[in-house]
């Protein structure tokens, strides 16, 4: 595990005000960094450490990539910085990485900025000789993320906006349940997103028994499992998402407990937001 300063090299502005996407120059953590692997960075000394799962890495160029959604003080202020500056610190690779083996068919499910994140694991799945096929989602075509990169690579990549603007009118859970009835060559499912979007992927998945993982984004403080923040429950025992996770079998998973956890602070961080804003 490495910290250290990083400098952004590239910054895109995915849906201007909501979504960016950086590529930060770390050539420790872009050698080691395999999918499902997150890390945890602040913008300064006294900053929130946000952690964020890694959507891509290139060891070669000695970078990784990181998407995220402005959604508080603390993105806010990460939303500032531009290319050149660099980040206060950059601690990962963290958790444990995805479980990739050849299976057959996976499908790999993603809503909102989980898409970014399940890239990096749907590149691992097809590197790995599956049959990749990746399910994304958004409220609109204009909110859609990563699907270029996602057909770059992808065996399929099948599209849902609930507004119909582009692909199936409706959620994601539509098509993979349509696509469930009818494939019975599908080994995994994984989804990554909103918390409601995977507890139903979740649903969705069980009656077919088909195995199902989801990647958890519960609160983090020191992500090494010393500070308990992201307990979460799984087939009724404690785990820490940060170092047994963040990736847990679907069908275990607590969610009503995870929303309640992820709700706990949300008063003081919208003071604090606000605050930032004035
Ligand atoms: Fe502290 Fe996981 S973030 S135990």
Redesign the pocket.
Known sequence: MQQTPCTIVKKERLIPGQTSKLVISCPHIAKKAQPGNFVILRVSAQGERIPLTIADADPEAGTITMVYLVMGKSTAHLETLEEGDALHDLCGPLGQATHIEQVGTVICVGGGTGIAAMHHIAKGHQRAGNHTVAIIGARSKNLLLFEHELKSFCDEVLIATDDGSYGHKGFVTQVLEERLKTDKTVKEVVAIGPVPMMEAVSKTTKPFGVKTTVSLNSI????I??????RVSVGGQVK????DGPEFDGHQVDFGELRQRLAAFKPQEALSFEAFKE
């Open positions: 983090m403080v020191d992500g499992g010393m500070c308990g923040a992201c820490f998402a940060c170092v």
